[in-house]
């Protein structure tokens, strides 16, 4: 293995930083390249096969490319509905990311847990397994919540977000039956921790928040233990759509280590 050879994050935009965050504190001479399907974005309103397609036809252009030597799609939308075929098609390692239910069951006091995510990812048999496997007797209530995603590219870009939004979120768990027990929150799409204190005011603070992002990373460096890495300089970031000259965008990314930002 190339000590050069970097870690692929991918998600349908930005995100996935949080993962990217949590593996710095992991791996933090890894070289890294981010790929934001920035032109497919949102993918939680689009179809399975939409998600599939994208998904699966833009990993295997972006590993042949910069032959990678680990891919982690850094998207539950696109995780919970194209990993398994990923997987069967590149010879790369992949880590997907899927809810953290089976954590938030060991959290909970009151039993009573809500999960936010893309209206793609709640829907899915997936999420259905996942609860039926590690939520352990807890009650699990699912709301779509697709604004948030707008809302978290519009803070990475220094801009302030609607307040409206996280109310709505948080009123969209707490109005269902049983959502007044609610003490855990499931972050169920990368981006949403990018904004966790806003959702941590609409909600209160008796909430308490979990998402996958520590439990990737560490998964990332339990696959390359032993692999050696030379990180040189900033890591690059990679969009399908507009971004590259968007200073912004650059100021948002630097945060994370990102120093550049190219057209895919």
Known sequence: MNSNSPILLFDSGFGGLT???ALRAQLPQAPVIY???TAGLPYGEKTEAEVAARVAGLLGRLAERYQPRLICIACNTASTIALGMVRDVLETPIVGTVPAIKPAAAMTKTGTIGLLGTAATIRQAYVDNLEAKFANGSRLLRHAAPELVAAAECKLRDQTPDPAVFRRAADGLRQQDGGENIDT???ACTHFPLVQ??????????VQFIDGAQGIARRIAFLTQGQSFDRQGDDLAIVTGEGEDDPALLHGLAQFGIGRIARF
């Open 185 to 187: 929150v499931v972050l």
């Open 35 to 37: 790929a934001a399907d």
């Open 19 to 21: 993962v990217l965050s």
């Open 197 to 206: 204190d806003e959702l941590a005011e609409a909600f209160g603070e008796q």
